[in-house]
């Protein structure tokens, strides 16, 4: 499935951002999806996921409790709620899916990628 990945941008520390993941051509209904992201020099890092019916989450521990993960069926997206941004938010964000129900922090689990999209938290 191709992921079109949305809502970055530059925003102030303590600020919040709401990305979004759709597909085309396909819906989500089968996959369980998940956001990483990757900063400049650093590896790919899982943020958050949610199984494919939406009923668990998992978040990684530097951002539970500021971010939230969720998926609406009647519009076929996954959003990324963002509140309390900090410095270190700052990267650039994938959706990914995996055709099984649970999400996996491991990106290598993952069979389809958007392109990204670029959050800059500003100090």
């Known amino acids: 499935v191709q992921l079109q990945a949305s809502g970055g941008g530059l925003v102030q520390a303590g600020g919040s951002l709401r990305l979004s993941c759709a597909p085309s051509?396909?819906?989500?209904?089968?996959?369980?999806m998940a956001w990483f992201r990757q900063a400049p020099g650093k590896e790919r890092e899982f943020v958050a996921g949610?199984?494919?019916?939406?009923?668990?989450?998992y978040y990684a521990d530097s951002v539970k409790g500021r971010f939230t993960i969720s998926r609406d069926g009647a519009k076929n997206t996954v959003s990324l709620q963002m509140n309390s941004l900090k410095p270190e938010d700052t990267a650039v964000y994938y959706c990914?899916?995996?055709?099984?129900?649970?999400?996996?922090?491991?990106?290598?689990?993952?069979?389809?990628w958007g392109q990204g999209t670029q959050v800059t938290v500003s100090s």
């Open positions: 949610i199984s494919w019916g939406g009923g668990s989450t």
């Open positions: 990914a899916a995996r055709l099984v129900g649970t999400p996996s922090p491991n990106s290598y689990e993952y069979s389809d």
């Open positions: 051509g396909r819906t989500f209904g089968s996959y369980a």
